[in-house]
């Protein structure tokens, strides 16, 4: 493993460089991965801070490359941003998830709301809303069980539009979240003027809840503004049981990190559900 981990690295280090040749590398590398099946969701647990249940999850993407092995998103998703392959890499992931998410509904696994990311290509691709039709129609997943995460940036690029196509999806009966929530430059004004069910505060501001004051005020003052605006909260990155009754005690709704849970191959996540919700 740490033999082939080595070469990954290498070649994947020399083609998140800038050149237009690796750039192209990746990018047919990328469109033979769709077509071989090799891309893979891992499912990461989102558990209801205070019944301890699962109650959703976020679907994660993995490459299971031949030669390389498993390759983490780290070292794709930004080429795939730059060169477009994230468009149909991103509509075979909304597929999958919800493809899979119906599946545990039809077999009797609690009826769990699946996460799906959202890139800034995909946002602004105008085919998005016909793809998430399709996603729904040929998985039959009802569209309450599909949340989608964007990002603050993503979201702050055009206001208008933003909120046009936010209600868009809204009136279909999928939800948002705002993902990675504290990192941007969300503007309180309009956040109250998006349709979105949750906020996401990220991992970075969970890291020294504990050890910094600063920063456990301001994920004090997002669970504040969260439940103020009616809204969901999550937060990510939670690895101890120290910042879980940190975050319990001042009612966040949902956690989701390796405290509980890395994000698991499909099979190891269903185990992990039906131990945890006790089905
Ligand atoms: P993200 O959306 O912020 O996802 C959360 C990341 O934090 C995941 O990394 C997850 O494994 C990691 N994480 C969760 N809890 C903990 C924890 O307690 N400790 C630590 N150290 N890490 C934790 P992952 O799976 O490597 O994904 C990284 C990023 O890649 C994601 O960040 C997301 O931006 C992107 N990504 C992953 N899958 C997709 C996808 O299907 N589409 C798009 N567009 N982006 C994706
Ligand atoms: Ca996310
Ligand atoms: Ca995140
Ligand atoms: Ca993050």
Partial sequence: VKADGGNNYQFFKASTQSSAINRLNMESEMRKAIERGEFVLHYQPQINATSGHVVGMEALIRWQHPERGMIPPYHFISVAEETGMIVPIGEW?????CRQNKAWHDAGLAELKVAVNLSARQFSDRKLLDKVRHAL????????????EITESVIMKDIEATIALLEEIASMGLSLAIDDFGTGYSSLNYLKRFPIDKLKIDK?????????????????????????LKLNVICEGVEDAEQFAWLQ???????????????????????????RNAI
């Avoid at 129609?137 to 989608?148: D, H, I, R, V, Y």
């Avoid at 020294?208 to 920063?215: P, T």
């Avoid at 005690?249 to 131990?275: H, M, T, W």
């Fill in 93 to 97: 992931v909304m597929y999958e998830a």
């Fill in 249 to 275: 005690e001042r009612q966040c709704n949902e956690i989701q990190g390796y405290y509980f849970s890395k994000p698991l191959p499909a099979d190891e996540f269903e185990a992990f559900v039906r131990s």
């Fill in 137 to 148: 129609k040929q998985s039959g997943l009802n569209p309450a069980f599909l949340e989608l």
């Fill in 204 to 228: 970075s501001f969970i890291d020294d809840v504990i050890s910094s004051e600063d920063d456990g005020k301001i994920v004090e003052a997002i669970i504040g503004l969260s439940h103020n």
